[in-house]
């Protein structure tokens, strides 16, 4: 009887240690079936979860853009007082909804060749107005033109044009003017082959930035994406680089939060106030600094000079409101709020897939106007400005539909592996301690 009991005892206590070492052995054993399953599915390969997601994103991109309402534009012209300006928005349209093309795979190089075309539809709905609502606005190609004609002769000669199209140095446009273009009185008079169409984004619908080539994942290559996806298995302390094609410069983001967005855990990856800094506090910046005396020998921060992206045109990049800039560069402007929650930039990455579940790029578009004698329409300025033209905010966030699919696909699974290697771990280490004590018990009582 006694024999028995011992055995059932010692059998309880191994059967105990087997139930621990399988969950011990479950636990590595279970991480990498999870990341050779993850890295397989991650790759833009045809008939991965990440090529179907790629080609067409499921989710709805906004952009949503707001206007700076110049409130005095005489007062300005004529004494060259700070330009007081008036926040209106937001006007959102829907982005990023059509699907790529021209895909060409090269299996020699893992890299994959597409374009991504542009396009924009107008949600009334989400805006509060419509795309003919009028702003007293910087008049672009007046402002441009001393920047990018800086010799006395042909500013004499454009000046002319410019009264004769009785332009000033701001204007009055419609929204949809503004953004998608309209064509100017001013460069429509120069007898000369010249653009003649001006807009924020001219050209932008039916168009494409070019050919894109990145690496597709295989064999852990990765490229600095447009922010879509990253390496999977992402940690606190990875440094996330991505491309933004418009204004032709990477970010980066770092670490800032954990976040629970519809029931799937996210790592919330925002913009550093580093990435505007100066380029003695950020040598990154240096290629942003080319005005020497706006920038005070490059000493200010807060602003990019982006005029070599856009043709020579004097545009400076920003968070809205000038969120984290030097004092000075907003000391002419009056109304401007800069609020860190509403203006700064963050990306919800899913950390074991490296998925954007959800973001926010905030950018601010800016002009450089500066005193020019030459030209009426500047001449009276005293100080140079460097003007709020819009900011825009885009924006996605993953679907219900979608962030359910993902917890059944990966999250659950990944859940519930966890749950049996920790039941598995813990019931065998409870059981072989339980045993064991009752056998060591059992035997102290026989031996007394």
Known sequence: MVCDRNCGLITGAVIGAVLAVLGGILIPVGDMLIEKKVKKEVVLEEGTIAFKNWVKTGTEVYRQFWIFDVQNPEEVAVNSSKIKVKQRGPYTYRVRYLAKKNIVQDPKTHTVSFLQPKGAIFEPSLSVGTENDTFTVLNLAVAAAPHLYPSAFIQLILNVFIKRSKSSMFQKRTLKELLWGYTDPFLNLIPYSTPTT??????HHNTS????????????????????SFPPFIEKTRVLRFFASEICRSFYAVFGAEVNL?????????????????????????CFCTEKIISKNCTLYG??????????????????HFLHASPEIAKTIEGLNPNQEEH?????????TGFT??????????????PARIIEALKNLKQNYIVPVLWLNETGTISDEKAEMFRKQVTEKINLLGLVEMILLSVGVVMFIAFMISYCTCRSKKVN
Do not use: H
């Open 344 to 352: 700064s930039t963050y990306l919800d990455v899913e950390p074991i």
């Open 209 to 228: 930035d070019g050919v894109y080539k990145v690496f597709s994942g295989k064999n852990d290559a990765i490229s600095k994406a447009n922010g879509a």
């Open 357 to 370: 579940l959800r973001f926010a790029q905030r950018l601010q578009i800016n002009l450089l106007v500066k």
């Open 262 to 286: 519809k029931g799937i855990p996210v790592y919330r990856f925002i913009l550093p106030s580093m990435t505007f800094a100066s380029p003695l506090q950020n040598p990154e910046n240096r």
């Open 303 to 320: 602003v990019l000079d982006i005029s070599k992206c856009k043709e020579g045109k004097p545009v400076y990049i920003s968070l809205p």
């Open 198 to 203: 001006v807009g924020m984004f001219y050209p």
